[in-house]
């Protein structure tokens, strides 16, 4: 109802977090290139197995003066993997706690969703490029709702014999053989890659990555880092194409990892690769290990560094607009500016977790993030921890409640068209 719409917006207005000044309006204008690495871990980045790095593009991105990122986030996702990280970076809303957003109500939901907001604020046009089948999480009928005016799914590209692997077309090729729709796109333009290869189980065919890799005897990490390797250098390949055309110096592109590629149970197989013990390897450990990349790359700009900050996918819409110059106050937004004095530094997992810049919070269990080790809390530091896990309560329940109900059709902020679906129809894009 109405009213239950009206309690959402009285918290996030509440946690809404005003944007640094120093950042608001850096990447004014820019067209954004949003490179969906998938199941991309933090861990990988400046990491060297027998003495090369398995990312180097990636890494030099990373640590480049042009470049703010961020080293503590975290992903966020649910059983929605993909789409989960997905709705969180276009909406700055939760997944679902079971199931997947984009499945469930993604084909009848209202959406205040990025490609939305940037045509209807600064005249933005819209695609996404990904080589699977345009049905795959439902995004034929989300994209529509989010207002993507293209979507460039493998019908638009060869993916015959071996080109495409389990997912769909590689990444090399997706990015090369996007390049013919990309340039025809109006500028300024919002375009996502979503890249595939980087996926479980990691197979690629040998003369798509040479790279020597470890030798742990579980396959899904031996190859992980393969075709981890594979997608740095697709990035680098197309970074080269923009250089090329003179697209990157007028962009703002942003990296982001979605999710683990290694799972909980394959961690103790992995700690002595990433100099970690897996004797008494625990829930403190798996979760420190749900950390993601996010880099915002802006080529010409000079102030980049590491930024320690705490923060999840939650945070990135927030964060990009404001770097865009486009304020987010009247938005229903769940996250807050990473760059924000007042951000919220609490990163909530989606079954209620959490992990703070001191503590981390599994299953109600309290570790020290210093140590390790479990805390045995004083009754005051219970008091505040019970306050943490109640934040991070409230936030899910009315992210929940926002997605589940719809509420979004009861609020039109000043300045935002609803959209309507029926506008678009991927099958005509611009083929
Ligand atoms: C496929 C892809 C994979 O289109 O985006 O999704 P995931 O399995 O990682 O959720
Ligand atoms: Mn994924």
Do not use: C
């Not at 996250?335 to 609490?346: A, P, Q, R, V």
């Not at 805390?375 to 309560?393: D, E, T, Y």
């Amino acid at each position: 109802t109405k009213s239950e719409m009206d309690d959402v917006l009285k918290y996030t207005r509440k946690h809404y977090a005003a944007p640094n000044n120093k950042m608001f309006g850096m990447a004014k204008g820019k067209n954004v290139f949003v490179i969906h690495l998938e199941s991309f871990q933090q861990f990988l980045i400046n990491k060297k197995i027998n003495g090369k790095e398995v990312t180097p593009f990636l890494n030099s991105l990373y640590k480049n003066k042009s470049t703010y990122s961020f080293d503590n986030f975290f992903h966020q996702v649910g059983q929605g993997k993909t789409s989960d990280a997905e709705n969180m970076l276009e909406t700055s809303t939760f997944g679902l706690p079971q199931g997947s957003l984009f499945t469930q109500f993604g084909s009848d939901n209202i959406f205040q969703a990025a490609p939305a907001i940037l045509k209807q604020q600064k005249n933005y046009s819209s695609a996404v490029f990904h080589g699977n089948v345009a049905s795959f999480w439902n995004r034929n009928s989300v994209y529509k709702n989010m207002g993507y005016q293209y979507f460039f799914d493998s019908s638009y590209y060869d993916t015959s014999g071996d080109k495409s692997l389990g997912y769909g077309l590689k990444d090399k090729l997706l990015f090369k053989d996007s390049v013919k729709y990309l340039q025809r796109l109006q500028q300024p333009f919002y375009a996502k890659y979503i890249t595939v290869t980087n996926h479980f189980p990691y197979t690629l065919d040998n003369e798509d990555s040479k790279f020597k890799t470890t030798n742990t005897g579980d396959s899904s990490v031996d190859n992980y880092f393969k075709t981890a390797h594979y997608l740095d250098q697709s990035i680098k390949e197309f970074y080269s194409y923009l250089n090329k055309v003179g697209l990157l110096k007028k962009s703002i592109i942003m990296l982001y990892g979605d999710h683990y590629g290694i799972s909980n149970s394959e961690n103790p197989n992995l700690a002595k690769v990433i100099g970690k013990n897996p004797d008494n390897w625990n829930d403190f450990d798996n979760a420190q290990l749900q950390r993601v990349p996010l880099m915002f790359n802006i080529p010409g700009k000079k102030g980049g560094y590491v930024d320690h900050t705490y923060g999840g996918e939650i945070d990135v819409l927030p964060t990009l607009l404001h770097l865009l110059g486009i304020n987010t106050k009247n938005y229903v937004q769940f996250g807050t500016d990473l760059f924000s004095k007042e951000h919220d530094t609490i990163v909530a997992f989606r079954n209620r977790d959490w992990v703070s810049t001191k503590y981390t919070s599994i299953g109600g269990t309290i570790y020290s993030n210093k140590t390790g080790k479990e805390l045995q809390p004083s009754p005051n530091q219970r008091r505040i921890f019970n306050k943490m896990q109640a934040r991070v309560n409230t936030e899910l329940s009315f992210s929940d409640e926002l997605n589940e109900q719809n509420l979004l059709r009861f609020y039109n902020p000043s300045g935002f068209t609803p959209i309507n679906p029926s506008d678009y129809n991927y099958t005509n894009g611009l083929q």
